[in-house]
Each structure stands twice: as structure tokens, then as C-alpha cells.
């Protein structure tokens, strides 16, 4: 792992969060752990989500549990938080309010996570960091 942040051997120890090395990868992984959570509509599940369960770092090593990881979230459904608290909110109110709630989760919270998902694409094509 130390060689992540050497140049000789293609590390960049001035880049540490977008550089291409074993380090950032493993460092990616531990998103893998938590797919579930993601509250991104446009998220896709890669190679590597639902099967892992572990990762440990340790100086100049990471430990790499493999296993079943498919445990649900409870605030996140099919990547979208704002389904997630609009069903909690009809279980807890009832359906008196339902327009209500509709329109403030199923519209509202959807156009602000459409309006972050592009300023944080412009920020990417900004910066040249994909």
C-alpha cells in the first residue's frame, strides 16, 4: 500500500483523493459496504456491492471480508431516500395529508436531488474529475 504514495512507482502524493492507485481503490470499496445507503437516484450497483462485509486498514495492508451483504436500509428505498420518508410519513400521519406529502417528497425533495446531482456533475466536468 505504501507504494500508493510514491511517484517511482506511479503513486501521487499530492493527489490523494483522485489519484489511480490500490490505496483510492480500497478506499472506494468501503462505499460497497454501504450501497444501500446511497440515496442516489442514479445510482448503479457495481461488481463488488452486496459482497463485501469488511474492510480494514492497518498500516501498509487492508483486510478484505468477503460474504452476503444485503441487509435493507431503513431510510433508503431503491436508492431514493425521499420514497423512503414519504411512506414513513403516510404510516405516521395517515393518508389526511397525502397530497401534502406527495408533493413535498415525490416533487420537492426530487428536484432538489435532481438540481445537486447536475451542479455536482458541473463541478466534475469543472475540475476534469470523473
Request: charged content about 20%; cysteine-free.
Given at each position: 500500500?505504501?507504494?500508493?504514495?510514491?511517484?517511482?512507482?506511479?503513486?501521487?502524493p499530492f493527489?490523494?483523493?483522485?489519484?489511480?492507485?490500490?490505496?483510492?481503490?480500497?478506499?472506494?470499496?468501503?462505499?460497497?459496504?454501504?450501497?444501500?445507503?446511497?440515496?442516489?437516484?442514479?445510482?448503479?450497483?457495481?461488481?463488488?456491492?452486496?459482497?463485501?462485509?469488511?474492510?480494514?486498514?492497518?498500516?501498509?495492508?487492508?483486510?478484505?471480508?468477503?460474504?452476503?451483504?444485503?441487509?435493507?436500509?431503513?431510510?433508503?428505498?431503491?436508492?431514493?431516500?425521499e420514497n423512503?420518508?414519504?411512506?414513513?410519513?403516510?404510516?405516521?400521519?395517515?393518508?389526511?395529508?397525502?397530497?401534502?406529502?406527495?408533493?413535498?417528497?415525490?416533487i420537492f425533495?426530487?428536484?432538489?436531488?435532481?438540481?445537486?446531482?447536475?451542479?455536482?456533475?458541473?463541478?466534475?466536468?469543472?475540475?476534469?474529475?470523473?
Amino acid at each position: 500500500m505504501q507504494t500508493s504514495y510514491i511517484h517511482f512507482f506511479h503513486g501521487n502524493p499530492f493527489d490523494l483523493k483522485y489519484a489511480n492507485t490500490h490505496m483510492n481503490f480500497f478506499k472506494h470499496l468501503t462505499d460497497s459496504l454501504n450501497y444501500q445507503e446511497i440515496a442516489n437516484p442514479f445510482y448503479v450497483k457495481k461488481k463488488y456491492d452486496s459482497k463485501i462485509t469488511n474492510v480494514s486498514f492497518y498500516h501498509n495492508l487492508v483486510v478484505i471480508q468477503k460474504g452476503v451483504n444485503n441487509k435493507e436500509s431503513n431510510l433508503v428505498l431503491n436508492h431514493s431516500y425521499e420514497n423512503q420518508r414519504y411512506l414513513t410519513r403516510l404510516s405516521q400521519k395517515g393518508s389526511k395529508n397525502k397530497l401534502k406529502y406527495y408533493i413535498k417528497y415525490k416533487i420537492f425533495y426530487r428536484l432538489y436531488t435532481l438540481l445537486l446531482f447536475f451542479v455536482n456533475l458541473v463541478k466534475k466536468i469543472i475540475l476534469l474529475r470523473f
